[in-house]
């Protein structure tokens, strides 16, 4: 098994120096060691950006052969490791051919389009960055750079394509791959072994592909709606419902040191499945959410959830008693965690399967050190700072129904992004009321935490980007104004109109003259905006001096009428005059 520190990643960078397009992945062989998908640090890049080929490859595993896309030739695509303070360039080669058939609105369609999301990443969403509306024909290329501030939190973020229509095709079929931004330990207030080295990092891309869970979530059968039958389609058979890939292996081996303690960093990529995952006999432990760590870490679990789109962080190991034992394993469970077997809107849990294969090993470094020695209280930035004691702006809904492509989001069905939902002001608190009737929801740019305990899952504090709940949820809304997108994330459901937008709005001018300063500042002290707190200052000032004019004035007058009653003069200065 190959695992990966920071000090170790150009290392393993040149270990996997390969053609892109030449495939390295035994599909079908169970139990081979597992493999770490390639490593591209971005910042080696930083002149011309690094060439991200999206291509049509062969998929040749258990039970299922067939033609699919992905990204430099294997599934998953390469991990991008980025830096802070940077802007990482990557640049798209659509290498599909054309023509591309078939295009309209909320249906399948495109198929050979594409473009990146950066999900989960705190950047600009207008080109050349996360813009989801940039649309990349065949045989063509386009220049993403990414503005990653000096601020952004170090974490474990995946990127795919997001081109309405054809988001469910391209994903489902293997075109995704994970990033890392990388943490900054000066800054971060982690423990020294979370950022050295002396804990070793496994990525684990979990794909399910392809998708059968209903035909029209199989990619055959998106194909066939996107593209007429005389087309050059490129997927051509279909597999088992549930072949579920780890870094683009059959049931991989995953060799862990005993009383040793790994960071895994895990996503779950898939049109519409979710997972609880449990490895039985060994300690599991939350890092991190959605790239962003818990307020108080780490949290001690019994399992991992992930929904289509989730990334969890978290920290596993293995006690010295199952050294040799072959029965360890990643599963995942039906009917265990939080979530049933099938939600009544086709969602299907993975259900009981063999993920992985761990082997348990004697070895050097088990130091079998206890969970406490890692706690931390992160230093989170501004931007995801803790919402759950501060006032906020205002109060908005989103809710997923039922509707003609799955579902619809606020009762409307996606028709283009100049239809926003409601507007929020930038750098205001919102408390957000999610009802979304067992789909997950996802808002780009701009994460929620929970307010409140929902389950054993969803714990008040936490940050999500993706979320399959019900409940109150806050939101920060922080430094990239414009169009955000918000969706559902089974990606079938998405690209058949469950989708809307919200607008981030300047401070109204007529809003400050008004005094309704609510709507435009951060709160930050007590409850209070910096500016509300300026009006209450200013007002206490010319309060001061009105009494300050009344005192002098009734004084003033007290000895002028004394001065006139005696007959005399004064000669004394007026203590109250104004110089």
């Known amino acids: 098994m190959m695992c990966f520190t920071r000090p170790a990643l150009l290392l393993l960078l040149v270990l996997v120096l390969i053609p892109a397009t030449?495939?390295?992945r035994d599909y079908k062989t169970p139990f081979l060691p597992l493999v770490q998908p390639q490593i591209v640090m971005l910042a080696d890049h930083y002149e011309n950006g690094f060439d991200l080929t999206l291509d049509v490859l062969e998929y040749d595993g258990p039970g299922a052969k067939f033609w699919t896309r992905g990204y430099s030739g294997e599934i998953p695509g390469p991990t991008l490791v980025m830096k802070r303070g940077t802007t990482p360039k990557v640049n798209l080669i659509n290498?599909?051919?054309?023509?591309?058939?078939?295009?309209g609105v909320n249906t399948f369609s495109r198929p050979n389009n594409t473009n990146i999301h950066t999900h989960g990443l705190h950047v600009p969403h207008e080109e050349p960055g996360d813009d989801v509306f940039i649309n990349v024909p065949p045989q063509s290329t386009y220049n993403y750079a990414y503005e990653i501030p000096e601020d952004h939190v170090?974490?474990?973020?995946?990127?795919?394509?997001?081109?309405?229509?054809?988001?469910?095709?391209?994903?489902?079929?293997?075109?995704?791959?994970?990033i890392i931004v990388e943490d900054d330990p000066s800054k971060d207030g982690l423990p020294a072994k979370l950022t050295d080295g002396s804990i070793e990092e496994i990525v684990l891309v979990i794909s399910v592909i392809p998708q059968q869970s209903d035909?029209?979530?199989?990619l055959h059968a998106i194909e066939a709606a996107s593209?007429?039958?005389?087309?050059?389609?490129?997927?051509?058979?279909a597999g088992p419902s549930t072949l579920v890939l780890v870094n683009g292996q059959n049931k991989p081996t995953i060799t862990l040191t005993a009383a040793k303690w790994y960071r895994l960093r895990t996503v779950l990529a898939s049109v519409?499945?979710?997972?609880n995952f449990f490895v039985e006999g060994c300690e599991l432990a939350v890092l991190a959410k959605d790239g962003v760590y818990l307020l108080n870490g780490p949290r001690a679990t019994e399992f991992l959830f992930l929904v289509s789109g989730n990334r969890v962080?978290?920290?596993?190991?293995?006690?010295?008693?199952?050294?040799?034992?072959?029965?360890?394993?990643?599963?995942?469970?039906?009917?265990?965690?939080?979530?049933?077997?099938?939600?009544?809107?086709?969602?299907?849990?993975?259900?009981?399967?063999?993920i992985a294969k761990i082997n348990v090993v004697a070895g050097d470094g088990g130091s079998d050190d206890p969970l406490s020695t890692l706690d931390f209280i992160p230093n989170l930035p501004s931007y995801l700072r803790d919402?759950?004691?501060?006032?906020?702006?205002?109060r908005k809904e989103i809710g997923i129904d039922d509707g003609p492509g799955g579902c619809n989001i606020n009762g409307n069905s996606w028709d283009g992004p100049s239809n926003p939902m409601f507007s929020v002001y930038a750098s205001t608190y919102e408390d957000i009321a999610v009802e979304a009737d067992e789909h997950p929801l996802h808002v780009h740019i701009n994460p929620l935490q929970v307010q409140d305990n929902i389950n054993a899952w969803y714990r008040s504090g936490d940050w999500h980007d993706v979320v399959l709940a019900n409940g109150n949820f806050r939101m920060h809304v922080a430094d990239h104004k414009g169009t955000v997108v918000t969706h559902c994330h089974w990606l079938n459901h998405e690209d058949r109109g469950c989708m809307g937008t919200f607008e981030i709005l300047d401070c109204p001018e007529d809003d400050i003259a008004a005094g309704n300063v609510g709507n435009c500042s951060t709160f930050i002290y007590f409850g209070f905006t910096l500016t509300q707190i300026g009006f209450m200052v200013g007002g206490v000032v010319v309060v001061v001096l009105v009494a300050g004019v009344v005192f002098c004035f009734f004084k003033k007058k007290k000895k002028e009428k004394t001065f006139i009653g005696i007959g005399g003069e004064s000669n004394d200065e007026d203590d109250c005059e104004m110089t």
């Open 215 to 218: 035909d029209d979530a199989s």
């Open 95 to 103: 290498a599909l051919q054309t023509p591309s058939i078939k295009s």
């Open 272 to 275: 519409l499945h979710f997972g």
């Open 313 to 354: 962080d978290a920290l596993i190991k293995c006690p010295s008693a199952l050294v040799g034992n072959d029965s360890v394993v990643l599963e995942s469970k039906s009917g265990a965690g939080i979530q049933g077997d099938e939600d009544d809107d086709g969602a299907t849990n993975i259900g009981n399967m063999i």
């Open 227 to 237: 593209s007429p039958a005389s087309s050059n389609t490129v997927t051509t058979t």
């Open 22 to 24: 030449v495939s390295v």
């Open 387 to 394: 919402l759950r004691s501060v006032s906020v702006h205002g």
């Open 154 to 178: 170090g974490g474990t973020y995946w990127y795919h394509p997001h081109l309405h229509g054809s988001t469910a095709l391209q994903v489902g079929g293997g075109a995704h791959g994970l």
